[in-house]
């Protein structure tokens, strides 16, 4: 079991921004994630309500 003194204290990476125009996080908000959303839709054939609701 890993102890709390034993945890490197590395400083945080900078925050994703999805308002960056042409970032990796704006191609994954506005693409990626609807797609996959989209995809998992379709191949669990949700009723149209449920659809609806997603």
Do not use: C, W, Y
């Not at 204290?9 to 970032?23: I, R, T």
């Not at 989209?38 to 449920?50: L, T």
């Amino acid at each position: 079991m890993v102890n709390s003194s034993q945890i490197l204290k590395l400083p945080l990476p900078s925050s994703l921004v999805g308002s960056e125009v042409g970032s990796f996080t704006e191609f994954t908000v506005t693409q990626r994630m609807p797609a996959i959303a989209r995809r998992v839709i379709v191949e669990n054939h949700f009723s149209i309500d449920s659809r609806f609701k997603i």
